[in-house]
């Protein structure tokens, strides 16, 4: 079975970079000629957790695992990790500080899109023990792949 | 793109002219696409081309051309009608006005019209279409507008899932081609293969535009010609006209349509961009890809940086034409002069919207299956571990990544590069002693 791995270190605060992986991410799964929903649904994941990296974490990586039924996407952070998980995923609610606010990010969208958008998500993270997200694509799901379109 | 490219690749209207090329890795390093290799010392176009120009801009010696219509100037009709993009008020300096220029134009060609005006038209039909597709969509956002062919390729060969965002109008200079074409039937002025519609213009995309038209069943109009290619001959004239006929009739709008953000400045209120340039332009469309500009209403996208007027086929450096086209914005003021209701009749009548067609395009261009695509790719990223990254371009590929590639797809041989074969060289005399 074919399979692609691929890490991306992500750093903190680094907006002047801050989306390029994604854009790697989505450049690559372009080559390798997956339907465009499902790639922008891995976009979409991509974004927002490299955005959470640089805006919350500390130095992290992303990995991007590719297999022709599924692809995974791991995001690791040594930052201040996440109090209240729960809390994360409803929409709206944000730790970012007022100067992120500004700039325009932490309105508060980035794990409730990420749910809505990947297949499963799983999250382990501990006030001040960096976050774990990883995320799985199925190929099946409804983006026309292996439908012979 | 992978093994399907040479039966995938789409046609281009650019040209390397092998006795002028040195194989210089100029025009290779400049393409947005990387569709450009150096092979036995020339360079060749090889991959997926847009017709953006770039490799014009970048050689050194002259030897790369756009063909149009003019080199093949033999074949132009008896009776010529011209349509020119507005960039054209710009190249003569802020002293001439645009009816000296169209009388000027108007004694080398035969007949001439002022497609500024219908720019104007196209603002106003825009304006409809955004008001009505308020009322009905939330999703789809933003409208990519559909002017500059160059984008609408880059769309559709990279950004396929995005061609559906691209405004259906058809753009002016085909609206006014096919109005031209209407009244010179009906009033049968001229036999019909007498007469040939031509647009002049700063763009090195306009032939293909209108040989292999995207959006269009055909094109109206018969071919395209650089501005850079007749400017002499027109300037010769300037001033020789002294008859009092008003040619052209838009206001500073339509005029403004020439350089990046004119485009969107004849647009009433509303959440507009304007973006120019190629690298930009790519920025913000992997940008909307990702769905991060849902809140924009209209993108008005120009390949070249700061829109027509830095053309690869105008005449006089871009910043000189910056300034010669703000004067005539003041000058004709910032504003439309074309009248509503007109418009607006036109609009209902489906005047802006017929005769587009509706396929979208293919969006893998390679042949191979997704499991065959992966196993490419690692290879790819096998053959990229073994290359020094210094990007060099002497292996005859534009850079490390897209040379793996080539090595993996049984174009190129790893012994192209001159790096890696030294390294090797060094590691397996090391070896032996
Ligand atoms: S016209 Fe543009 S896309 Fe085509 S070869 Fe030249 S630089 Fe590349
Ligand atoms: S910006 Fe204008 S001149 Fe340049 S490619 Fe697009 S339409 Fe042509």
């Given at each position: 079975m074919p399979?692609?791995?691929?890490?991306?270190?992500?750093?903190?605060?680094?907006?002047?970079?801050?989306?390029?992986?994604?854009?790697?991410?989505?450049?690559l799964l372009k080559t390798i000629g997956f339907e465009p929903a499902l790639i922008r649904r891995?976009?979409?994941?991509?974004y927002e957790s490299e955005m959470n990296v640089v805006m919350h974490g500390g130095d992290g990586t992303l990995t991007l695992n590719v297999d022709p039924s599924v692809i995974l996407i791991e995001v690791k952070d040594d930052g201040p990790g996440i109090e209240n998980i729960e809390l994360a995923f409803q929409e709206g609610y944000s730790t970012a500080s007022k100067?992120?606010?500004?700039?325009?990010?932490?309105?508060?969208?980035?794990?409730?899109?990420?749910?809505?958008?990947?297949?499963?998500?799983?999250?382990?993270?501990?006030?001040?023990?960096?976050?774990?997200?990883?995320?799985?694509?199925?190929?099946?799901?409804?983006?026309?792949?292996?439908?012979g379109k | 793109?992978?093994?399907?490219?040479?039966?995938?690749?789409?046609?281009?209207?650019?040209?390397?002219?092998?006795?002028?090329?040195?194989?210089?890795?100029?025009?290779?390093?400049?393409?947005?696409?990387?569709?450009?290799?150096?092979?036995?010392?020339?360079?060749?176009?090889r991959g997926v081309c847009i017709d953006c120009g770039e490799c014009i801009r970048a050689c050194p010696r002259g030897a790369v051309k756009a063909i149009t219509t003019v080199q093949d100037a033999a074949r132009?009709?008896?009776?010529?009608?011209?349509?020119?993009?507005?960039?054209?008020?710009?190249?003569?300096?802020?002293?001439?006005?645009?009816?000296?220029?169209?009388?000027?134009?108007?004694?080398?060609f035969r007949h001439v019209y002022d497609q500024a005006y219908v720019n104007e038209l196209f603002n106003v039909a825009t304006e409809f279409y955004i008001r009505e597709r308020r009322e009905t969509e939330e999703e789809g956002w933003p409208l990519i507008s559909p002017i500059c062919?160059?984008?609408?390729?880059?769309?559709?060969?990279?950004?396929p899932q995005l061609f559906k965002n691209i405004l259906p109008l058809i753009p002016p200079r085909e609206i006014a081609a096919r109005e031209v074409r209407r009244?010179?039937?009906?009033?049968?002025?001229?036999?019909?293969?007498?007469?040939?519609?031509?647009?002049?213009?700063?763009?090195?995309?306009?032939m293909i535009s209108i040989k292999e038209p995207l959006f269009l069943n055909s094109s109206y109009l018969d071919g395209a010609l650089g501005i850079n290619e007749v400017y002499e001959e027109i300037k010769k004239f300037i001033g020789k006209d002294n008859s009092n006929i008003m040619i052209h009739r838009s206001g500073g709008v339509g005029i403004w349509w020439g350089m990046s953000g004119g485009e969107i400045a004849g647009l009433d209120s509303g959440k507009y961009l304007a973006v120019s340039g190629m690298p930009e332009t790519i920025k913000y469309l992997e940008m909307i890809e990702m769905g991060l500009l849902g809140n924009i209403e209209y993108v008005e996208f120009r390949a070249c940086s700061e829109g027509c007027i830095g053309g690869p086929m105008t005449a006089v450096d871009k910043y000189e034409a910056k300034h010669v086209l703000q004067k005539l914005v003041?000058?004709?003021?910032?504003?439309?002069?074309?009248?509503?209701?007109?418009?607006?009749?036109?609009?209902?009548?489906?005047?802006?919207?017929?005769?587009?067609?509706?396929?979208?395009?293919?969006?893998?261009?390679?042949?191979l299956s997704i499991s065959e695509a992966i196993q490419r790719q690692e290879r790819v990223e096998e053959v990229y571990r073994l290359l020094p990254k210094k990007e060099c371009g002497i292996c005859g590929s534009p850079d490390c990544r897209t040379f793996a590639e080539d090595v993996v797809d049984g174009e190129a041989d790893l012994d192209d590069c001159p790096i890696h074969k030294s390294r090797d060289r060094k590691v397996k005399i090391v070896h032996e002693g």
């Open positions: 399979q692609l791995t691929k890490t991306f270190p992500i750093k903190a605060r680094d907006f002047i970079r801050a989306g390029e992986v994604s854009i790697q991410i989505q450049g891995v976009s979409i994941c991509a100067e992120y606010r500004e700039m325009g990010f932490g309105a508060g969208m980035g794990l409730p899109n990420i749910k809505k958008s990947a297949d499963t998500v799983e999250i382990r993270s501990q006030k001040g023990g960096g976050t774990y997200l990883k995320m799985c694509f199925l190929l099946s799901r409804g983006d026309g792949q292996g439908t | 793109m992978g093994k399907g490219r040479e039966n995938n690749l789409p046609t281009h209207y650019v040209q390397i002219d092998d006795k002028l090329c040195n194989g210089c890795v100029l025009c290779m390093k400049a393409c947005p696409t990387k569709a450009i290799r150096v092979r036995n010392g020339k360079a060749r176009i132009m009709k008896p009776y010529t009608i011209l349509s020119s993009s507005p960039v054209l008020y710009t190249q003569f300096g802020e002293e001439v006005t645009p009816n000296d220029i169209l009388l000027a134009l108007r004694k080398v062919p160059v984008v609408n390729r880059l769309i559709a060969y990279r950004f009244r010179l039937y009906c009033e049968s002025v001229f036999k019909t293969e007498e007469f040939g519609i031509y647009h002049l213009s700063p763009c090195s995309a306009k003041r000058t004709y003021g910032v504003r439309k002069k074309v009248d509503y209701s007109q418009a607006r009749k036109a609009y209902r009548e489906g005047w802006f919207l017929a005769d587009r067609k509706t396929d979208i395009p293919p969006h893998r261009s390679g042949t």
